[in-house]
């Protein structure tokens, strides 16, 4: 049996680069995310992400560690202005690995670490809306819908709706 608790979210490290790449290197998960995530996915663009990762305060971009190797990423990435109080998520994991409940670990551990750590009050993420998995990923790490962003997207040539799912900490009633 696999066990939820062998999911760890941690901060990438260079020698991630190569585990990186391979996983990274699918079209079904480029289909999936935004451009800026490179297709096909070289062991060069990894190198180049971990470095520009490792510069980041806060750090923003995460990896998902499985039998200790880096297979996935999330990322929460900080509003500005009147908007930091709350973060974008992210998150994709190495096609070897979907089925097993390791996004939804991930997006549990950073939800927990997004509110307890950085107080950070609302989380949110979109997701194309024919990615069923993402969004039951988010819905079982206790994200709500909050809308359809019709036709507000172009991926892989097609315009697609975007689905708005978020979660808002348990501190909301008290501010
Ligand atoms: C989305 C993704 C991260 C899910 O990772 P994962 O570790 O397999 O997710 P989990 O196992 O935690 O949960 C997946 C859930 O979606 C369900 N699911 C998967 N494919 C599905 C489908 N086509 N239709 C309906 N449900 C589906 C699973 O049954 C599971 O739900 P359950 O636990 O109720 O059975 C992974 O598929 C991925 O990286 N996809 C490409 C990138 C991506 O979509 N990123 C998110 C962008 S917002």
Avoid at 6 to 27: C, I, M, T
Avoid at 96 to 121: F, K
Wanted: net charge positive; hydrophobic share 40%.
């Amino acid at each position: 049996m696999y066990l939820k608790s062998k999911v760890v979210v941690r901060s990438f490290r260079p020698e991630d680069a190569e585990s990186l790449a391979k996983q990274a290197n699918n079209r079904k998960i480029w289909l999936n995310l935004r451009d800026l995530f490179p297709y096909p996915y070289r062991l060069e663009d990894a190198r180049r992400f971990i470095a520009r990762t490792a510069s980041q305060v806060p750090e923003e971009n995460f990896a998902i560690e499985v039998e200790k190797k880096a297979v996935g990423a999330i990322a929460l990435i900080q509003g500005k202005d009147v908007e930091r109080c709350s973060a974008e998520i992210g998150f994709w994991l190495g096609e070897e690995y979907w089925g097993r409940g390791i996004a939804t670990s991930a997006v549990e551990s950073v939800r927990d670490w997004a509110v307890e750590t950085r107080s950070l009050i609302r989380l949110f993420a979109f997701v194309f809306g024919h990615n069923t998995a993402s969004r039951r990923v988010l819905e079982k790490a206790g994200f709500e819908l909050e809308g359809r962003l019709r036709c507000s997207a172009v991926k892989d040539g097609r315009i697609t709706d975007q689905l708005l799912l978020a979660y808002l900490s348990p501190r909301m009633g008290k501010i």
